[in-house]
């Protein structure tokens, strides 16, 4: 009888830890995954973070591939930046159209810069070396026109 119940109590604590460990085991999985979406929370902070230190000065906002922009001077905002000399300026293209920026007068580049065909939420930097007024303007878009002044 005695024999009987400690082998009952040893096939209790065998089975006690064989369901014990499937438990720890499927802990361990949930841990994994939780990880890996710690993991992807992170990368998305990462992102985000990103997107934040690439902060546009000037915009260029939607539907000003259409005339108009230019009776509110919205085609780029703002219209008129002043930087210090040797700062630098960047453009956010949040329009679903291509736009350029380009110096000079539409017709009259001055080719001291170019951003070429700008995509939907595409940036362009450029630093400025030169105290001056430095008007520019979009090659699709003639009534797209602004300027940055360097002091
Ligand atoms: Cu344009």
């Known amino acids: 009888m005695i024999k009987k119940i400690i082998s009952l109590a040893i096939i209790l604590g065998i089975s006690a830890t064989v369901i014990g460990l499937s438990l720890s085991g499927l802990n361990s999985e949930e ?22 230190m690439m902060k546009a000065d000037v915009v260029i906002p939607t539907k000003v591939s259409r ?12 219209s008129k930046i002043i930087v210090e000399k040797g700062g630098s300026v960047t453009w956010l293209n949040e329009d679903s159209a291509f736009h350029t920026v380009t110096s000079g007068f539409y017709g009259e580049p001055t080719e001291l810069f170019d951003s070429g065909y700008l995509d939907p939420y595409q940036y362009y930097t450029l630093s400025f070396d030169e105290i001056g007024t430095f008007d520019y303007f979009c090659e ?12």
């Open 31 to 52: 841990i994994t995954s939780e990880e890996i979406t710690s993991e992807e929370i992170t990368s998305e902070e990462a992102s985000l973070e990103t997107e934040e």
């Open 67 to 78: 005339p108009g922009c230019d009776i509110e001077d919205i085609c780029y905002i703002p």
């Open 140 to 151: 699709l878009h003639p009534w797209m026109f602004a300027q940055v002044i360097v002091e």
